[in-house]
């Protein structure tokens, strides 16, 4: 049946029948979260860093109504630079392949791919969460429902303090979803190492990891787990310094009356500007780290199947 709705690369559909380690990255990231030419350029690195590692990276995204699991340099490069492409989250789904649009996949929809092509694990920057204000708004990331029910895990940097961090927390606990450091027993918030809140479990190899999860799924314990890997100490932003570019973006945003997905694109926009974009450094260097993570995970998964 998924056939009639999916392509998936040879390269990867080659290393998933073989049992090998495979990592989803999503196109929102390129589509959405960088300028161009920097997006292309992060997308590019990104993947080699994964071949490096000796996994196989699989960037994820819709192309003229079709899932894409695994994109050409032509298919990247398209997703870098058209203006036009939509993002994507479970409820647009359907919609975006039926009209044969292009879509850039969010966390939520690169899990529920992933997922359904048998990847298991996914390297992300960061995780959308509950909006500030969101127990008045119910403005609430798909992210945190797909982490609810879909299998897959997701290495990222936390979770930007655009959003209520703490809120976010509370919103996984509930939904049964582990939150694990690597290496670390404080939750990060993006472009800074220490948020203030404490995860559940400090993990300190890529190899508990990926038992933690083999042994999550065999189970039967439905859902993901958030793997919180920090940006690399020598890349952390100033706390004071960016937080107060983020307050001020967000109550941009208010003014302006931006709402639900466009939110982060239009604050990551104004955030690289700000700061005459070492956001966008820091942005770039948490994602090969985390690219990186997600590698050595899938590598010891692969060997527990």
């Given at each position: 049946m998924l056939e009639r709705y999916m392509d998936i690369k040879d390269e990867v559909k080659k290393a998933l029948d073989q049992g090998r380690a495979v990592v989803a990255l999503e196109s929102t990231i390129i589509s959405h979260g960088m300028p161009y030419p920097e997006n292309i350029i992060s997308a590019k690195?990104?993947?080699?860093?994964?071949?490096?590692?000796?996994?196989?990276?699989?960037?994820?995204?819709?192309?003229?109504?079709?899932?894409?699991?695994?994109?050409?340099?032509?298919?990247?490069?398209?997703?870098?630079?058209?203006?036009?492409?939509?993002?994507?989250?479970?409820?647009?789904?359907?919609?975006?392949?039926?009209?044969?649009?292009?879509?850039?996949?969010?966390?939520?929809t690169t899990m529920l791919c992933s997922e359904r092509a048998g990847i298991k694990v996914f390297a992300t920057g960061g995780i959308g969460g509950v909006h500030r204000k969101g127990q008045e708004t119910f403005d609430i990331s798909a992210d945190l429902m797909e982490l609810a029910g879909t299998n897959v895990g997701v290495v990222s940097a936390g979770v930007k303090s655009i959003l209520d961090i703490g809120l976010t927390l509370e919103y996984l606990e509930t939904q049964g979803v582990p939150v694990v450091g690597y290496k670390t027993g404080n939750f990060p918030a993006f472009y800074t190492r220490d948020s203030g809140f404490k995860v559940d479990y400090q993990v300190d190899s890529p190899k508990e990891i990926a038992q933690a999860l083999k042994i999550k799924w065999d189970l039967g314990l439905k859902g993901g787990m958030v793997i919180a890997n920090p940006i690399p100490a020598e890349y952390e932003m100033d706390p004071e310094y960016i937080n107060g570019v983020i307050d001020e973006a967000v109550e941009a945003a208010e003014k302006e009356g931006i709402k639900g997905k466009y939110i982060t694109p239009f604050i990551l926009a104004r955030l690289h500007t700000r700061t005459e974009d070492k956001s966008l450094f820091a942005n770039?260097?948490?994602?090969?780290?985390?690219?990186?993570?997600?590698?050595?995970?899938?590598?010891?998964?692969?060997k527990l199947r």
């Open positions: 690195k990104s993947e080699a860093l994964i071949r490096e590692a000796g996994a196989v990276p699989a960037t994820i995204a819709v192309i003229k109504g079709r899932i894409k699991i695994g994109l050409t340099e032509e298919d990247l490069d398209h997703m870098g630079r058209d203006s036009e492409i939509a993002k994507v989250s479970r409820r647009d789904m359907a919609l975006v392949m039926a009209k044969g649009m292009d879509g850039a996949t969010t966390v939520a770039k260097e948490l994602v090969y780290s985390n690219v990186r993570l997600a590698a050595q995970i899938a590598l010891e998964y692969a």
